[in-house]
């Protein structure tokens, strides 16, 4: 039969345990027993007073943290709603029922006080939890990048020497200037007609003059050398503009137009667990193959990885990184740039090298001997002759020059060539099918959340 109305009880008062509520087999237990953040406390002590107000426990910020990943929220607002009203997240955090959660400003505060370096180390921990756990394989390293928009307009591009000339008088004036010293010029006046030469000076003129520049450290830094010799007569809009918005954020190109942003670059590994291995946020001005070298480094020698092969797409594929990895004995499963559909002349595909002669020999037959060596660019070129190629009766397809038809190889091409030879075989093609699907959806999930 009908039952009466339920009535609503919801103001008397009981005796409940927040323990007894949560599920034994809940995701948030489990994660509290096979996760343990005790390590972020000693961190993070020497960030905080000896005295004064205690501040939220910055292993609870953490666990908020997984919390907003988990849940897939993007507003901290939120994220604390959701976790007061919540009895697992409030069980996982170590509230009880009547005590009140962080308020979401301080989470801000909380992050500006940590630093990039704590999260730094916090991601590094994870993944070394991950690999004791033997979720890491290492025979297989797939790297990308993606570009991610900064919350900064293009208008508020500004010219850099003006940015900079601002900043300096402002940290000029943040403080009082140190009163100056005695004038002894003053008290020991020269002779008339004699001028004091600043000879105090050329010691430490001398000594500020370095030997040798040191090594710019990118994955330290997180962006490129703001003093780096321009390529050619190439210049970068940053070298000589920046926004007041983000001075961080560079200009990219998207399928909408140039906006500001960044460049996050992913080193993941192969295995079933598919960890990302390594994360490197930059301007968009480092490109997606810059720092290639310096992360499979850092993570061959941090985890003590010996890959077989690491596996990217067409940009990766320089003759730098290819060398580089190649030494290392690493297959390098790049494809290389298609020059040769380009152009509407003959490919340099189309030539075939003579290593006895030094020459190549065009389709028609001819030699086209070696002509000269460009060290600053590491080719050699060799050029046709002018009177052979001119009377040549397929010269339309081949050059539009009357000087002979030229054709550039590289000092490194053994490496390519031996590249080029990955790409017919199954391992290689089965690493690029897997790239497809391997990285691109991290992408998703970091941008979604």
């Known amino acids: 039969m009908?039952?009466?109305?339920?009535?609503?009880?919801?103001?008397?008062?009981?005796?409940?345990?927040?323990?007894?509520?949560?599920?034994?087999?809940?995701?948030?237990?489990?994660?509290?027993?096979?996760?343990?953040?005790?390590?972020?406390?000693?961190?993070?002590?020497?960030?905080?007073?000896?005295?004064?107000?205690?501040?939220?426990?910055?292993v609870v910020f953490f666990k908020l943290q997984l919390v907003m990943f988990f849940e897939g929220i993007r507003s901290e607002r939120q994220l604390i709603a959701t976790a007061s009203l919540n009895l697992a997240h409030r069980w996982y955090l170590g509230y009880a029922l009547d005590?009140?959660?962080?308020?979401?400003?301080?989470?801000t505060r909380i992050r500006q006080r940590l630093g990039v370096e704590i999260f730094q180390r916090f991601f590094e921990q994870i993944v070394d939890l991950c690999q004791e756990a033997g979720l890491v394989w290492g025979?297989?390293?797939?790297?990308?990048?993606?570009?991610?928009?900064?919350?900064?307009?293009?208008?508020?591009?500004?010219?850099?020497?003006?940015?900079?000339?601002?900043?300096?008088?402002?940290?000029?004036?943040?403080?009082d200037p140190a009163p100056d010293d005695p004038d002894d010029d003053a008290a020991n006046p020269s002779?008339?007609?004699?001028?004091?030469?600043?000879?105090?000076?050329?010691?430490?003129?001398?000594?500020?003059?370095?030997?040798?520049?040191?090594?710019?450290k990118l994955l330290e830094e997180r962006r490129l050398a703001p003093h780096r010799p321009a390529v050619g007569s190439y210049r970068r809009t940053t070298d000589f503009r920046v926004s007041t918005t983000d001075p961080d954020a560079t200009p990219m190109r998207?399928?909408?137009?140039?906006?500001?942003?960044?460049?996050?670059?992913?080193?993941?590994?192969?295995?079933?667990?598919r960890i990302i291995l390594a994360a490197l946020v930059t301007p968009a001005d480092v490109m997606e193959n810059v720092p290639l070298r310096d992360l499979?480094?850092?993570?061959?020698?941090?985890?003590?990885?010996?890959?077989?092969?690491?596996?990217?797409?067409?940009?990766?594929?320089?003759?730098?990184?290819?060398v580089a990895v190649e030494d290392a004995g690493i297959r390098a499963f790049f494809p290389l740039p298609e020059f040769d559909a380009r152009t509407p002349f003959f490919g340099k595909g189309e030539f075939i090298y003579d290593a006895e002669q030094d020459a190549y020999r065009c389709p028609q037959g001819q030699l086209l001997?070696?002509?000269?060596?460009?060290?600053?660019?590491?080719?050699?070129?060799?050029?046709?002759?002018?009177?052979?190629?001119?009377?040549?009766?397929?010269?339309?397809?081949?050059?539009?020059?009357?000087h002979g038809r030229i054709?550039?190889?590289?000092?490194?091409?053994?490496?390519?060539?031996?590249?080029?030879?990955?790409?017919?075989?199954?391992?290689?093609?089965?690493?690029?099918?897997?790239?497809?699907?391997w990285v691109e959806p991290l992408f998703a999930e970091a941008k979604a959340w």
Not at 411 to 433: D, T
Request: glycine share 6%.
């Open 296 to 322: 499979l480094w850092r993570v061959c020698f941090r985890r003590t990885l010996r890959p077989d092969q690491v596996t990217g797409d067409t940009t990766y594929g320089t003759v730098e990184n290819i």
């Open 2 to 58: 009908l039952g009466p109305p339920k009535p609503r009880r919801l103001s008397d008062p009981i005796a409940v345990s927040l323990e007894e509520l949560v599920p034994p087999r809940n995701f948030y237990r489990h994660l509290e027993a096979k996760l343990n953040l005790s390590f972020v406390r000693e961190w993070t002590r020497e960030l905080y007073a000896d005295r004064g107000r205690p501040g939220i426990d910055p």
């Open 139 to 175: 025979r297989e390293l797939y790297v990308d990048a993606t570009k991610v928009a900064a919350n900064a307009d293009v208008d508020s591009l500004i010219p850099r020497f003006y940015h900079d000339a601002k900043t300096h008088v402002a940290d000029l004036f943040a403080a």
């Open 99 to 107: 005590e009140e959660l962080p308020d979401h400003s301080s989470l």
């Open 254 to 273: 998207t399928k909408y137009g140039t906006a500001l942003g960044y460049h996050a670059h992913y080193v993941v590994d192969g295995g079933k667990g």
């Open 191 to 216: 002779p008339q007609g004699v001028v004091r030469l600043p000879a105090g000076m050329l010691p430490a003129a001398v000594a500020a003059v370095p030997e040798q520049a040191p090594r710019w």
């Open 407 to 437: 054709v550039h190889r590289s000092f490194y091409e053994a490496y390519l060539e031996k590249v080029r030879g990955y790409h017919a075989s199954e391992i290689y093609q089965k690493a690029m099918r897997k790239r497809k699907v």
């Open 369 to 402: 001997p070696r002509r000269k060596t460009k060290y600053t660019e590491d080719k050699v070129v060799y050029r046709g002759k002018a009177a052979t190629c001119n009377s040549c009766s397929v010269k339309a397809a081949c050059t539009a020059s009357d």
